[in-house]
């Protein structure tokens, strides 16, 4: 018997840094991402979750990996899209290729996943600082991650009785490679970044994989919304 993980965008960042956490606690892992995982042993199945022919081929990974081990699956929505733009520029075109990513995919995916779920699974969703706030100049990511909760929300309740847990990890500034591109190479910027946790540093793919990890064994954690930010500093 084999517990699975089945992580959204394991090849980079924090999903990465996910994938070498269970596989080195014995999990097997499928990737879903474009890319694949540099971890060894790793399933990958390139897949982009914002296209339109993407479910027929998962199903079928998912019923020829977790659907013959019959031991835990934890099911982590980790991919994710981030735009610069504007709330009040926003094109629905825009808004529609950001929440197919970040949020439609995950639903259908808990879809496709759920037959595989028995007791002491997980679904477990990435959020992010900005799912509970906003800051200028990112409206489509500050939606998807407050409709991601909303999402998990509704995943507990609608899987109460199931002794299967869900939860939401907010991660902080992680020094991962969607951060790196969002900053570009203003080191001022990334300075300032760095200021904004009590700590004052940027946490490391490894720390927000080791609390993932957490909340996959944790049954206790169900329907939370779990910040790991390393404590910011309020302005």
């Known amino acids: 018997m084999t517990d699975w993980a089945v992580v959204t965008g394991a090849s980079r960042g924090i999903g990465q840094a996910l994938a070498a956490r269970f596989r080195k606690e014995g999990w097997g892992v499928l ?84 037959p595989y779920l028995g007791e002491g699974s997980s679904i477990l969703y990435v959020g992010s600082t900005l799912s509970e706030r906003a800051v200028r100049g990112s409206a489509s990511y500050v939606t998807s991650k407050h409709a991601l909760v909303g999402l998990m929300r509704s995943t507990c ?10 939860a939401c990890v907010c991660p902080g500034f992680t020094d991962t490679e969607m951060l790196r591109e969002h900053l570009g190479d203003d080191a001022a910027r990334a300075a300032i970044i760095s200021s904004k946790s009590t700590f004052g540093r940027l946490i490391t793919p490894e720390e927000i994989a080791h609390v993932i990890y957490f909340c996959a064994t944790t049954p206790t954690v169900n329907g939370a919304v779990l910040h790991a930010n390393l404590g910011q500093v309020e302005t």
Do not use: C, F, K, M
């Open 31 to 114: 990737n879903l991402a474009r890319q694949p995982s540099q971890v060894p042993g790793v399933v990958d199945l390139s897949v982009d979750l914002g296209s339109e022919d993407w479910e027929p081929r998962v199903e079928a990974a998912l019923r020829d990996t977790v659907g013959q081990a019959q031991g835990r699956v934890s099911l982590v929505h980790n991919a994710a899209i981030y735009d610069h733009d504007d709330a009040l520029a926003l094109t629905a075109r825009q808004l529609r290729r950001v929440l197919e990513v970040n949020v439609v995919a995950p639903a259908v995916l808990n879809r496709l996943t759920r």
């Open 157 to 166: 309740q609608d899987l109460a009785g199931t002794r299967i847990h869900t």
